[in-house]
């Protein structure tokens, strides 16, 4: 048995005295509680292997634990009405037949309590069991689970900027425990790549009563502008209608396999930026990608869709890059690099006879 309660029933105590044709039960003086002390130690408890289960919170729990309680007094406590008493723990129930007083019931306890219950009957005042004594075992049961409260159900950040996931949570409040700190955060945002992230937020009260809340984090890319990269100012304009966030030429690639300022570098980061970073460091000159692209396992096709990296044999070495949108002409619009020296950029329509010069390699993005 749980040694605090026990020692608080001590405390409290018990006695008697006249009232209304039957007994009633007083706070025992302290020099008594060692008398008092032998009689709850010899107190049987009527429910040792399961405890009644209450709600937290309850004010009125007489009908759950007299209902394992000696069944002679059924028909006198079951329509007894609650008569509230001020002593610390303590709980009056009274009918026109009987009367039935709780002590050491605690409605906000969530640990075991152990409830010592006395029923006193009118109609067997003539009897010598005019007053009946239990120890009925309580645990409190808390339904009610937690409330999370978040600023925004959908929260836009800028790509490359840090964001703590944390900072969208305005509250976490529980009915019987108050502010709650035990929660996690479920799902991750990583705000070098543009999109869409899914997070939840898991909280539990002291009972484990959990609650789950998502929202959406949206990592947005931005424009930032560098040599030669006028044509991002007026991405918009340029693609009409665009599929996917402008080109940011600050993004850089984790990993990227080629020399800065090429075709092949641009396509890498650019990939990486929507979402889709290659993960291979070797695929050669722009003019061999779909060799490598079909040893890596990747789709390589004649048909051009947004999304996709066109790769040509129409110079030297090669050249990629990447289709922003495709126009019901045929022709595509593209995002590419080194056309006129190393770093130049520009958004180009190439027509739909230029089109079908080139092989189209789906990294994941086609649409």
């Known amino acids: 048995m749980n040694s605090r309660k026990i020692n608080m029933l001590f405390l409290l105590g018990l006695g008697f005295y006249t ?7 007083a706070v025992v003086p302290n020099n008594e509680i060692s008398k008092n002390k032998d009689t709850l130690s010899n107190l049987v408890t009527v429910n040792e292997n399961a405890p009644v289960s209450i709600k937290w919170g309850s004010e009125n729990p007489i009908d759950q634990i007299m209902s394992v309680i000696d069944q002679d007094f059924k028909e006198e406590y079951e329509t007894l009405k609650f008569a509230g008493i001020t002593e610390l723990h303590k709980q009056k129930y009274v009918s026109k037949n009987a009367e039935v007083l709780l002590t050491n019931y605690n409605k906000s306890d969530y640990s075991l309590n152990e409830v010592l219950v006395e029923v006193r009957s009118k109609t067997a005042l003539e009897t010598t069991d005019t007053v009946k004594n239990y120890r009925v075992l309580v645990k409190m049961q808390d339904a009610n689970a937690p409330e999370i409260t978040l600023r925004r159900q959908n929260v836009s950040v800028s790509v490359g900027k840090k964001y703590d996931a944390k900072s969208n949570i305005k509250s976490i409040t529980d009915v019987e425990d108050g502010n709650i700190s035990n929660y996690r955060i479920e799902g991750k945002v990583d705000t070098n790549k543009p999109g869409v992230y899914d997070l939840t937020v898991i909280a ?28 991002v100012a007026n991405y918009s304009y340029l693609v009409s209608d665009p599929h996917f966030v402008a080109p940011n030429l600050s993004y850089r690639a984790a990993l990227n396999g080629a020399v800065p300022g090429n075709c092949t570098w641009y396509v890498y980061n650019r990939l990486a930026q929507l979402g889709a970073p290659i993960p291979h460091r070797k695929m050669g000159n722009g003019g061999e990608w779909a060799y490598y692209a079909r040893k890596y396992g990747y789709e390589v096709s004649n048909v051009a869709r947004a999304g996709s990296v066109w790769t040509t044999q ?22 590419e690099m080194n056309t006129n020296g190393l770093y130049s950029f520009r958004i180009k329509t190439y027509s739909a006879q230029q089109a079908k010069s080139g092989k189209y390699i789906n990294f994941g993005l086609s649409r």
């Open 19 to 25: 009232f209304a044709g039957f007994k009633t039960l």
């Open 204 to 231: 539990q009260d002291y009972a484990k009563n959990e609650t789950k809340k998502s929202f959406k984090v949206t990592v947005k890319g931005t424009a930032r502008f560098s040599s030669g990269s006028s044509a």
């Open 314 to 335: 129409n110079t030297r070495l090669g050249h990629v890059a990447f289709v922003e949108k495709v126009n019901a002409d045929g022709s595509i619009v593209v995002s």
